[in-house]
């Protein structure tokens, strides 16, 4: 966080005194890790070494509960890891450990002839049930890779779990930065990811309340993790954990004070249509007045760990923050998000540079909207929009805002009702919220003028409105059917664009 005020100063000595901020580990390695880890980045044999000696073997079936490693080889290769510098020698590193120490095939595939002969010999006689099982067990056993077992292990260990999420972090780099590793990488990732889901699953989650009370490590912590609204200052911080805020988060049972995900809502007497007027530059001193609360605004939900991507934490923690507003406010009715666009801007100039490539392809304006552009601009409209919309120019025309409100709103509503990636909505904000069972409820225009809102979805935010009664039967028809549940206000604009941006 930066230019804290003063008062900031003081509290800082006790951040300074503390052990720095995880995931980076208290404590060094031990210098004969640090030796190996410098000597391997020289080569591959010294990752082969490493890995061989940490990566247990995959023990018999018959003694598969009871396999256990010394807990001093998963606290040798956390170290070893972590001499390892970021980058290209730790995605070697995973690499190695993704392609060789997977799973044995030659094995798998003679027990899958096994139990495909044994099937065949019990077909017709309601025989052999028992054999059949154990075949099928004994081959879920062989499809097991090694280097679930250093998983495994090292969940286990102390400190273990907080390293599988920095190693998860550094293999979700290594997966962008790497696409010739892919299928190797990718099904590692997936068996980490499913881990990790068991390991932070609800009931082992912690909800906790931020107030300016709070631990100044904790405040830090959430100031440097937002990554929605970024806390310009002390004071900003001050005002999102102040009167008419909530800010929670969830901590792990085994790594307390250690946010995880962090859920900022606002309390107020309306669903509100622009983020302005909810996160301001100057703090509120007013106490709460339980008659202006009757509606929470989730307005921003920041994962704090790269490496829990894809794990299930946000949905848990909105159910688990709905239950303590409830409790604490018995008035409370309406919960709704302002949730921002992200990537709308950048799906509307591939719109306007397709259909200014592709001969006889229609631009998603009007040709009466295109020529009234083009008065303002002096330009041609084709030509000018997409540089607009790139630096932002447009917001700074009065006469240009009002006439891109009507077509934006559509497009934009298009691109969150019917621009689907496998049958589901393209935009990932929308995606997340779908799933949860919440109801495409409102544009905003100009709901966020800041230039970080501007660049990502032309200043346009949108409620996600949660009906908690309809919430369960929303979301298996939008994971079942693929249908979602939308406002009449949004299902207009839908209409308006099928009927006046025939792409």
């Not at 018959?62 to 980058?87: D, I, Q």
Request: net charge positive; proline share 7%; aromatic share 8%.
């Amino acid at each position: 966080m930066r230019r804290w005020g003063p008062c900031w100063a003081a509290r800082r000595l006790l951040l300074l005194a503390a052990p720095p901020p995880l995931p980076r580990a208290s404590g060094g390695p031990r210098p004969s890790a640090v030796a190996m880890a410098t000597e391997a980045c020289s080569g591959a044999a010294g990752l082969e070494d490493a890995l061989r000696r940490a990566v247990p073997p995959l023990p018999p079936y018959e003694t598969r509960e009871k396999a256990a490693a010394p807990e001093a080889v998963g606290a040798e290769f956390m170290a070893f890891y972590r001499g390892l510098p970021p980058g290209r020698p730790r995605a070697e590193l995973l690499g190695l450990l993704a392609r060789d120490f997977g799973v044995e095939h030659g094995r798998a595939a003679e027990l899958g002839a096994r139990l495909g002969r044994l099937q065949g010999q019990s077909q017709g006689r309601g025989e052999g049930d028992a054999g059949l099982l154990q075949a099928e067990g004994r081959l879920r056993h062989a499809l097991t890779p090694r280097y679930r077992g250093l998983f495994q292990h090292l969940g286990r260990s102390h400190g273990g779990l907080r390293f599988l999420v920095l190693l998860r972090g550094d293999l979700l780099e290594a997966l962008a930065a790497r696409p010739a590793e892919g299928p190797h990488l990718r099904e590692m990732n997936g068996v980490l990811k499913n881990m990790l889901s068991e390991w932070f699953s609800a009931g082992f989650l912690n909800l906790e309340r931020v107030t300016w009370q709070s631990p100044c490590e904790i405040l830090q912590k959430i100031s440097d993790s937002e990554a929605v609204h970024p806390v310009r200052n002390w004071m900003d911080m001050k005002r999102r954990v102040g009167p008419y805020r909530r800010c929670y988060y969830f901590a792990h049972c085994t790594i307390p004070g250690e946010p995880l995900i962090v859920l900022h809502v606002a309390l107020t007497d309306e669903i509100s249509s622009s983020i302005q007027g909810i996160v301001k530059e100057i703090p509120s001193q007013e106490e709460e007045n339980l008659n202006k609360i009757n509606t929470a605004i989730f307005y921003s939900i920041s994962l704090t760990q790269q490496g829990l991507q894809g794990v299930e934490l946000g949905t848990y923690l909105i159910k688990r923050v709905v239950k303590e507003l409830q409790m604490e406010f018995p008035q409370l009715k309406v919960f709704s998000t302002l949730s921002p666009i992200p990537g709308f801007t950048k799906w509307l100039i591939g719109l306007l540079s397709s259909a200014s490539k592709e001969v006889g392809r229609s631009s998603p304006f009007t040709e009466a909207e295109l020529s009234e552009i083009a008065e303002v601009t002096g330009e041609p409209a084709a030509e000018v929009l997409k540089r607009l919309f790139a630096n932002n120019e447009w917001a700074r025309s009065e006469r240009l805002v009002g006439l891109l409100r009507q077509p934006l709103l559509r497009l934009c509503a298009w691109y969150l009702y019917g621009e689907k990636h496998r049958s589901y909505a393209l935009n990932p904000v929308a995606n997340f919220h779908l799933q949860n069972g919440a109801v495409l409820w409102r544009l905003n225009w100009m709901a966020d003028t800041s230039p970080r809102g501007l660049t990502a979805s032309c200043g346009l935010m949108v409620n996600y409105r949660y009906f908690l009664e309809d919430s369960a039967p929303n979301s298996a028809a939008y994971l079942g059917a693929k249908q979602i549940k939308a406002s009449d206000q949004v299902l207009s604009l839908v209409s308006q664009f099928q009927k006046n941006s025939k792409l």
